[in-house]
């Protein structure tokens, strides 16, 4: 088995403030997500890598930036924290594109003051 | 209009109990509808995914698709307190993008 590693746990920044949040994974996958999970609530789509080299907006682009910097490692960038965006944010992984299972990790929890 | 909508939003079963959450969807370019659980502080985790009309059983889960209704659902016989979590039905099309419902909130009453 594998496992998905996102750093931080909990990231507490400033209205306005760049902010960057990382995500490993182990399991040799292809493709990586970031979402976006509002207190209990869907899973919303930011960014995705369908390969290393790869980089796709979703649904909920606007205000963030994503980076591959190699097969195991994605990173989310929020341009500009907002009040409003004080969120969980999720990282998955899955073997390809496509109708495969997703694997997501724990989570980082963005507190915006 | 959300493209995949569940109900109920809660559900409250007793412990040995049939639980039968629902799903619907808006959009027929979905191929591929996953059942994922979350407990609360970690990442949702897939249940079981089913593309083909009819039942696919696994363990005490199970899924049910009708296609020409886009409708799905999702039946946990004996449920247990360990089940207790927010489910959510997700569909994607081959390009991997994976569209969330709301969820469902599960508790089993021991």
């Known amino acids: 088995g594998g496992i998905i590693t996102q750093t931080p746990k909990f990231l507490i920044g400033q209205e306005g403030q760049k902010l960057t949040l990382k995500c490993q994974q182990n399991f040799n996958h292809d493709t990586m997500y970031w979402y976006r999970q509002d207190s209990g609530k869907g899973l919303r789509l930011i960014y995705y890598?369908?390969?290393?080299?790869?980089?796709q907006k979703g649904d909920l682009s606007e205000g963030y930036d994503a980076s591959r910097e190699k097969k195991s490692s994605f990173s989310l960038t929020v341009t500009s924290a907002q009040k409003n965006e004080m969120a969980v944010f999720l990282c998955a992984s899955s073997i390809k594109a496509g109708g495969y299972e997703q694997y997501f990790g724990p989570g980082t929890r963005l507190t915006v003051l | 209009q959300q493209k995949v909508q569940q109900s109920p939003e809660s559900l409250s079963v007793p412990e040995g109990g049939m639980a039968s959450l629902n799903c619907t969807s808006s959009d027929r370019n979905f191929q591929y509808f996953w059942w994922y659980r979350q407990h609360s502080g970690e990442g949702p985790k897939a249940l079981m995914s089913i593309f083909s009309d009819g039942d696919k059983k696994e363990g005490r889960f199970t899924a049910h698709l009708n296609k020409a209704s886009l409708h799905v659902s999702l039946h946990i016989r004996d449920s247990q307190p360990s089940d207790s979590a927010l489910y959510f039905c997700a569909a994607n099309t081959n390009t991997g993008k994976l569209t969330f419902g709301d969820g469902t909130v599960l508790t089993v009453k021991p």
């Open positions: 890598s369908i390969t290393e080299n790869d980089l």
